[in-house]
């Protein structure tokens, strides 16, 4: 009985230590896991880290290209032409900018002034059209005002005569509308005829280049030929910035020119209406 009974204490002892290995492998493989996890994570930290370190000078590089690619551009385009290329751009810009704010301000509601204007006229009130016309702003009150006054005297108040003041008003104030426009044509052409004379500059530097050097070679030619394009390319973009703005200015122009020929036609439909026109 007793030798039974050790044996089954020693069965249980062996049982438990062997139970006691195995918690303690386990645990043991558990911390070992817990331990490359932190490993892994702490390595996938660093090689995202050092990518971002990476990245960062690259993102700040392109940032910087972006406002610093034309000063450089500049700069190597030779700053000799680059400067007359870029006065061409501010000078013609100026007149364009005038010309602009100029016919924006010249232009009304034509049809409204001229429906005012032939009430006015129907009434007999025609120094109160003229006072309409002289507080009103644009080509069309300028040709109206000219028209009424004729209207308004006893001398030139025949058909004929406010026909021809008109006409008269009408070359003038079309004259004001174009003023300054040849600047800008001259700045359109100017802008690139400035680009290829650097071009032409810039291959006589390449080939004085290759005369010294006594070797064509790309890293010789390279210099001239730089300078040549650069120039060429900034010219030709100023003209198409200029361009775009003389577009617009003509169409401008073109737009008030028929709203001046429409009032004209209405301002002698109204004068040939009024007691006052002799016929």
């Known amino acids: 009985m007793k030798k039974l009974f050790a044996i089954v204490a020693l069965v249980a002892a062996c049982s438990f230590a062997a139970t006691s290995n195995v918690m303690a492998q386990e645990e043991a493989e558990e911390a070992v896991e817990q331990v490359a996890e932190a490993v892994d994570t702490a390595a996938v930290d660093t090689a995202a880290a050092e990518a971002v370190e990476e990245v960062a000078p690259v993102v700040e ?13 500049f700069i190597e385009g030779d700053a000799g032409f680059m400067s007359l290329v870029a006065l ?14 100029y016919l924006t301000l010249a232009q009304v509601n034509t049809r409204k002034f001229m429906g005012e204007l032939a ?15 002289d507080n009103t702003r644009g ?9 009424l006054i004729c209207l308004n005297s006893k001398e030139q108040n025949d058909i004929a005569t406010i026909e021809r003041a008109i006409n008269t008003e009408a070359e003038i104030q079309g004259s004001y509308l174009e003023e300054h426009c040849s600047w800008i044509t001259f700045f359109i052409a100017s802008a690139p005829s400035l680009g290829f004379l ?3 500059i810039g291959m006589v530097m390449a080939f004085d280049t290759i005369e010294k050097a006594g070797d064509i070679s790309p890293t010789v030619v390279a210099g001239g030929m ?16 200029l361009q775009l ?3 617009f200015i003509l169409g401008s122009i073109e737009g008030l020119t028929a709203n001046m020929e429409e009032a004209a036609q209405e301002l002698l ?5 009024s007691p006052k026109c002799q016929k």
Do not use: W
């Open 226 to 241: 730089k300078v040549a394009l650069i120039t060429t390319i900034f010219g030709i973009i100023v003209a198409l910035i």
């Open 119 to 133: 009430d006015l006229v129907a009434q007999d009130k025609v120094e109160d059209a003229i006072e309409l016309c």
């Open 61 to 73: 590089e392109e940032s910087e290209s972006l406002h610093k690619v034309l000063k450089t551009k």
């Open 198 to 200: 650097g071009t032409v």
């Open 139 to 147: 080509p069309v009150a300028r040709v109206s005002r000219k028209a």
């Open 88 to 101: 061409a751009l501010v000078l013609g810009l100026a007149f364009c900018i005038e010309r602009v704010i």
């Open 245 to 247: 703005f003389y577009n």
């Open 269 to 273: 439909t109204m004068c040939v209406k």
